[in-house]
Every structure is written in structure tokens, then in C-alpha cells.
């Protein structure tokens, strides 16, 4: 991945979310955070955009990460499906930022000031993120 886009990657899902001490080990050596998700819209299983986006939009809470593929899905299907959450989204005054931006919440959930609906935030640009939660291994 580092060397088309020219940046290295810096963290590590799973595969269906699975982990153990060893993906956490393998993970810190290569300098990856090992992270999840708090939202998922089960796009490898219903076919049916409106279905995916109203299944995640279900499970939006400010901070959320939310899982979504790009492989094995028809490429129509999977712009539809973005476009149609991305819009719903904003309608809910969710803003869309990035993975990193959301781990530099210092509280989890993240409070306003950090993430929030624009409504109930203090912050100029307050965010949502379509991302998950950092996974911790006990």
C-alpha cells in the first residue's frame, strides 16, 4: 500500500475483527494500531443500498467508525451506498473525518468539543467519523 499512494499505513483491522495477542504483537512491530469499528452495515451480505445505510445510520453515535468494503462489491453498488450514507449523514449534521482525527479524542465516547453533532458542539468543525473504536486486547 506504501508505495502507490507514497504514504505507509498506520493502522491494522482485522479480518472479520478477529484478533488475538498475536495480531497485537505483529501489529506494534510493524507500527500499526490494531483498530475496529463501532458501525457496520453488513454490505458483503444485503445488496440493497437503503438497507445498508439505515442499518448504520441505526448505530451513529458522535466518535463512530463505521465499516464498509470496497472488495468483492459492485463498484455502482458501492457509490450508491456512499453517496446515500454520506447524505444522511449530513442531514443528521454528522461530519465525515478521518480515522486519525478520531483517535486524537483524549475520552471515549468522545465528548462535545472532540466529535459532535454541529447542534450540540462547541467546535468550529465539529465531526463525525464513519470509522470504529480503537480495539484493546485485555
Known sequence: VGEPTGAAPKFLRPAMGLSNPRVFQV???LGLKVIGWTA???DTRL???DRIVARIVRQ???GAIILLHDGDIPVE????????LLDSLRKLEYEVVRLDRI?????WPPSPGCFCPRSRCDQPTP???PWPIPARFP
Open 27 to 29: 501489529a506494534r512491530a
Open 40 to 42: 457496520r452495515g453488513y
Open 47 to 49: 445488496t440493497e443500498p
Open 60 to 62: 451513529v453515535r458522535p
Open 77 to 84: 453498488r458501492l457509490l450508491i451506498t456512499v453517496k446515500a
Open 103 to 107: 483517535l486524537k479524542c483524549k475520552s
Open 127 to 129: 465531526c463525525f467519523s
